[in-house]
């Protein structure tokens, strides 16, 4: 199903692509083409959450764990100053 609906929405992702049965919209199984307005509007959906600027539950999420796994390493905050340089000088060995 998945990629009949890539075929109709062709290149321009407008459904200016190719239909699964011959004729015009019409003339297509009426579930399929139900399957077809929904997955569009999934696709719009998403577009939607990836808009620059706009910060979806996932991107929260994302933060909050990156602060727990920063905390993890850094029990007493992000390192900073002479910590920072003694970290990077660290790694820099070890590479």
């Given at each position: 199903?998945?990629?009949?609906?890539?075929?109709?929405?062709?290149?321009?992702?407008?459904?200016?692509?190719?239909?699964?049965?011959?004729?015009?919209?019409?003339?297509?199984?009426?579930?399929?083409?139900?399957?077809?307005?929904?997955?569009?509007?999934?696709?719009?959906?998403?577009?939607?959450?990836?808009?620059?600027?706009?910060?979806?539950?996932?991107?929260?999420?994302?933060?909050?764990a990156h602060i727990?796994?920063?905390?993890?390493?850094?029990?007493?905050?992000?390192?900073?100053?002479?910590?920072?340089?003694?970290?990077?000088?660290?790694?820099?060995?070890?590479?």
């Amino acid at each position: 199903m998945l990629t009949l609906w890539r075929l109709y929405r062709g290149s321009g992702g407008m459904g200016s692509g190719h239909l699964p049965e011959s004729g015009g919209t019409f003339d297509q199984p009426s579930k399929m083409m139900q399957a077809f307005f929904v997955m569009d509007a999934m696709a719009a959906e998403l577009m939607e959450e990836r808009k620059p600027g706009k910060i979806t539950k996932r991107d929260v999420a994302d933060i909050k764990a990156h602060i727990d796994r920063t905390l993890e390493v850094h029990p007493d905050g992000e390192a900073t100053g002479q910590l920072l340089e003694a970290v990077m000088k660290a790694r820099r060995r070890g590479d």
